[in-house]
């Protein structure tokens, strides 16, 4: 999984029938020092986020391990949202803090 | 997923039986900030895509789940045709204000 | 998919059963405007390519769709060989002009 | 499979419910010659790593493959502790040796 | 599939139960005009390998179609050891005139 920050979200009327009722979110890649980069994918919610949000992905089949995403053409999932991360015990990112 | 133009087609009549009559479209690969990319992708199209339209495609084992690509020998499909995406609430991307 | 050119073979006698009677092909990746890069893929051949022909070549788990990479360990199959593509209604290449 | 070092972990409450009770840990990538590269993975823990420990992790489906990732939105495990390794006979790392 | 060469192997005690007897093996990638590249994969070997052998190697779920991968959380295996390959039928590399 890598890190990304929800930035955005994709309208698509025309699309895959399995896609029905999904929500496409525009996530920037963020590294583990939490310094956004210069790649974004766009993922399928499953799990509540929203624009501002750092959350986690899955990518490839794994993506379709979820209950909102499975059999469904869809290579990259948001299954989890961040709370904080730690690099060698000092806090990276509070949710909590930001605000 | 990853935004991509499409830009072409692809004519390749010797391919494995299980592709015949499929679509191979030319999609060059945008950031998310709709800049083009110096990276491609050959996509089988799933949902009616042509020349100039933006699009979403699904990557790896992914791309075999639209009823088009299942069991196929394709590992990239164009899923969804983007009518729009925003960031930080700013439309990026409008398909119909571009005419 | 990706673009590539044949341009060589691989021999290997010592290699897991499955691989038995499979030709593996060199293939250099060539991007959208046919400019050769510097990168490659090893990748079998299911469509009776050889060197010189300009292919299309899926990687990961849909390399395995093919009646003749079905199961076995093989990353990257040649699945189409490419007569001719445009971009934006020009034709970038064309097999038979070339010769 | 790619060597990484544990350097964190990733704290989230909300996530996927398959992901309850597994540990999410960041691991900085290490190239062969053991040098920390500019890039990380947030994996999941399948073996008891910890803080500091040279680990490799399987990405993609094979990061489903243990009793802990299996049927899970998880594109990355730890699936061994390292010990040591080798490069032309010459031990590139060691773990008791670094005490 | 990728051209690389067995450069050292890894020991790793702790690790997951499918892995047991399996051999770890330090690949460095070439590229195909067999210049060593600046990344490495460790996989596992499923032809009798051994440090200074021409390999091929097959990544993600391609990965585990051997006996000895088979449902492991392996993402990288050897499954061919290279005698020779050419270019525009000009040798790069011949396993027997090396000694």
Chains 1, 2, 3, 4, 5 share one sequence.
Not at 8 to 15: E, H, N, Y
């Amino acid at each position: 999984m890598l890190i990304a920050k929800v930035v955005g979200s994709v309208v698509a009327t025309q699309k895959d029938e399995k896609l029905a009722n999904t929500k496409l979110l525009v996530c920037q890649i963020h590294n583990h020092n939490n310094e956004a980069q210069d790649s974004y994918v766009i993922a399928v919610d499953s799990v509540g986020a929203g624009t501002g949000d750092m959350v986690l992905y899955a990518a490839g089949s794994s993506a379709r391990q979820t209950n909102i995403t499975k059999d469904r053409p869809c290579d990259a999932v948001i299954m989890a949202i961040v709370d904080s991360w730690d690099m060698d015990g000092t806090d990276v990112f509070k949710k909590w803090s930001e605000a």
